[in-house]
């Protein structure tokens, strides 16, 4: 997904939401520097970043 800045999210190939949408995957989270920009731009407010630590 182009909207996060360290390209950690993609669009899940095996999981997917009950309308067949593909769900989001993170590939490492211990790159994600909490910007928030998923959970702003996510259509349905899915998305919540908590800070670790
Ligand atoms: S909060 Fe983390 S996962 Fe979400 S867009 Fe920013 S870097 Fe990517």
């Known amino acids: 997904m182009s909207q ?3 390209k950690i ?3 899940s190939k ?3 939401n009950q309308s067949g949408y ?3 995957d993170v590939s490492d989270i211990n790159r ?3 910007c928030t920009f998923c959970a702003i731009i996510c259509p349905d ?3 919540k970043v908590i ?3």
């Open 32 to 34: 994600c520097i909490g």
């Open 4 to 6: 996060c800045p360290v």
């Open 51 to 53: 800070k670790n630590g």
């Open 9 to 11: 999210l993609e669009l």
């Open 22 to 24: 593909a769900l989001v």
């Open 45 to 47: 407010s899915v998305i």
């Open 14 to 16: 095996e999981r997917f």
